[in-house]
């Protein structure tokens, strides 16, 4: 490996790359740590400190490095963007010029893309203003730390200026992954989600050695173990195999190659514990909107902290559910079938047509049961850690499936490049 780091190094384009990447990455770094105007920041230290003591910042932090408690120009992280693209993909199934332009190409794309890019805009400025009405509130740290004083000056233009501050840092970051993309190695946003949560990692796992380190010890156990079984499972297919029936042309001979489509275990990736986790968030706001006697003693009781057994379980459900939904809109066996049977393919055994719809359709249910309990496990995992220790365990749930998805991807780009310039690649055969 380290063979091929140095390898990657030694070629003027792929260096160029690499360092165009860490040098973006930079520049978010930096933007997560510059204050937004109108904040005071002596208030806001103090904060911070009670807030670590209680654990709460843990929570607040896993899309935006640190950013979000920090009140930072970049505290909305990428999640804007995440929510827009999400809301496009579902809005492609029931609005049919969506799923024409995602099929016509770079052209759709482009569109798809352009509109997407509004949609964060829009969304920024939403999650902008209701973060400005939490800190006012006194809610943004769960509303067990007073905030008084946190805005000397609540006027409106200083409330505008802060909301448009947080957008165009929003937007500035979407520019930024659109940048590596481009120009450097790998998907520019799930890079910056990438560094985000590195950027906190160690200061929990401090946090953990200063309590105890026994207990330092055995999560660093857990999460290399836990590291090892997600790379396995992400890793994992079924591979259904295809046979492409020979045509003649002419004088040539097309077809007659074998190959073959791979449905992975976690076909949904994290999105499924995404959904969940904002789901839940619901219940508390929809009691700080009603307010409400008994819905907010009810929300208080039993979904007000992550480690009570009602809220485990619920988020459990809601992430098999997910898992399903959104596997059955990202991959449609109808479509699928039917490009085979357009293009001369087949899997062998089955007719083309329905009833290769209705078997791709049955193995991906069945694959599906142990990538839906794969991510519920992931998800939970935290909660009961938290309900049974009392301890944030940084490794769990969307942290551990980003952080190892980004690295595998990554290392599977640079590996290509390497291959394609006839140096080993990160994994010998």
């Given at each position: 490996?380290?063979?091929?780091?140095?390898?990657?190094?030694?070629?003027?384009?792929?260096?160029?790359?690499?360092?165009?990447?860490?040098?973006?990455?930079?520049?978010y770094r930096l933007g997560s740590v510059i204050p937004i105007p109108g904040v005071d920041y002596q208030v806001l230290d103090g904060i911070l400190q009670q807030a670590e003591a209680s654990g709460v910042a843990a929570l607040l932090n896993l899309f935006s490095g640190g950013a979000l408690t920090q009140l930072a120009v970049f505290a909305l992280g990428i999640m804007p963007y995440i929510t827009a693209s999400i809301i496009m993909q579902l809005l492609a199934v029931v609005i049919p010029k969506l799923e024409e332009w995602q099929k016509e190409g770079a052209t759709g794309t482009a569109r798809i893309t352009q509109i997407t890019r509004y949609v964060t805009v829009v969304l920024a400025i939403l999650q902008s203003t209701g973060l400005i009405v939490l800190i006012e509130s006194g809610q943004l740290f769960g509303g067990t730390?007073?905030?008084?004083?946190?805005?000397?000056?609540?006027?409106?233009?200083?409330?505008?200026?802060?909301?448009?501050?947080?957008?165009?840092?929003?937007?500035?970051?979407?520019?930024?992954?659109?940048?590596?993309?481009?120009?450097?190695?790998?998907?520019?946003?799930?890079?910056?989600?990438?560094?985000?949560?590195?950027?906190?990692?160690?200061?929990?796992?401090?946090?953990?050695?200063?309590?105890?380190?026994?207990?330092?010890?055995?999560?660093?156990?857990?999460?290399?173990?836990?590291?090892?079984?997600?790379?396995?499972?992400?890793?994992?297919?079924?591979?259904?195999?295809?046979?492409?029936?020979?045509?003649?042309?002419?004088?040539?001979?097309?077809?007659?190659?074998?190959?073959?489509?791979?449905?992975?275990?976690?076909?949904?990736?994290?999105?499924?514990?995404?959904?969940?986790?904002?789901?839940?968030?619901?219940?508390?706001?929809?009691?700080?909107?009603?307010?409400?006697?008994?819905?907010?003693?009810?929300?208080?009781?039993?979904?007000?902290?992550?480690?009570?057994?009602?809220?485990?379980?619920?988020?459990?459900?809601?992430?098999?559910?997910?898992?399903?939904?959104?596997?059955?809109?990202?991959?449609?066996?109808?479509?699928?079938?039917?490009?085979?049977?357009?293009?001369?393919?087949?899997?062998?055994?089955?007719?083309?047509?329905?009833?290769?719809?209705?078997?791709?359709?049955?193995?991906?249910?069945?694959?599906?049961?142990?990538?839906?309990?794969?991510?519920?496990?992931?998800?939970?995992?935290?909660?009961?850690?938290?309900?049974?220790?009392?301890?944030?365990?940084?490794?769990?749930?969307?942290?551990?499936?980003?952080?190892?998805?980004?690295?595998?991807?990554?290392?599977?780009?640079?590996?290509?490049?390497?291959?394609?310039?006839?140096?080993?690649?990160?994994?010998?055969?």
């Amino acid at each position: 490996m380290f063979r091929a780091f140095a390898n990657a190094f030694k070629i003027p384009d792929l260096r160029g790359k690499i360092l165009f990447t860490l040098a973006i990455i930079a520049v978010y770094r930096l933007g997560s740590v510059i204050p937004i105007p109108g904040v005071d920041y002596q208030v806001l230290d103090g904060i911070l400190q009670q807030a670590e003591a209680s654990g709460v910042a843990a929570l607040l932090n896993l899309f935006s490095g640190g950013a979000l408690t920090q009140l930072a120009v970049f505290a909305l992280g990428i999640m804007p963007y995440i929510t827009a693209s999400i809301i496009m993909q579902l809005l492609a199934v029931v609005i049919p010029k969506l799923e024409e332009w995602q099929k016509e190409g770079a052209t759709g794309t482009a569109r798809i893309t352009q509109i997407t890019r509004y949609v964060t805009v829009v969304l920024a400025i939403l999650q902008s203003t209701g973060l400005i009405v939490l800190i006012e509130s006194g809610q943004l740290f769960g509303g067990t730390i007073p905030t008084a004083g946190l805005i000397p000056d609540d006027s409106v233009p200083i409330r505008a200026l802060m909301v448009l501050t947080l957008t165009a840092g929003t937007a500035f970051i979407m520019w930024l992954g659109e940048l590596i993309t481009q120009r450097g190695i790998g998907n520019g946003m799930s890079l910056i989600i990438y560094a985000a949560i590195l950027a906190a990692l160690p200061g929990q796992f401090s946090a953990i050695y200063q309590q105890n380190t026994v207990l330092f010890a055995v999560f660093v156990l857990v999460g290399l173990i836990l590291i090892v079984g997600v790379v396995y499972v992400e890793q994992g297919q079924r591979r259904i195999p295809v046979q492409y029936a020979k045509r003649q042309v002419g004088r040539r001979q097309y077809g007659g190659q074998q190959t073959y489509i791979p449905l992975k275990v976690n076909q949904s990736g994290v999105i499924p514990i995404i959904f969940a986790s904002s789901l839940l968030y619901l219940p508390q706001l929809s009691a700080s909107i009603v307010n409400n006697d008994g819905l907010t003693n009810f929300v208080n009781r039993y979904f007000a902290t992550g480690g009570h057994p009602v809220y485990i379980a619920t988020y459990l459900a809601l992430t098999i559910f997910f898992a399903y939904f959104y596997t059955a809109i990202t991959f449609n066996p109808i479509d699928v079938a039917d490009n085979m049977k357009k293009y001369g393919g087949f899997i062998p055994g089955i007719r083309p047509g329905r009833p290769t719809a209705e078997y791709l359709d049955r193995v991906l249910t069945r694959i599906t049961l142990p990538g839906s309990l794969y991510l519920g496990a992931l998800a939970i995992l935290p909660l009961v850690v938290l309900a049974l220790g009392n301890v944030q365990f940084p490794l769990g749930g969307a942290t551990l499936l980003i952080v190892v998805g980004v690295g595998l991807e990554t290392m599977k780009q640079l590996e290509s490049q390497l291959m394609q310039r006839h140096y080993e690649g990160f994994i010998r055969g």
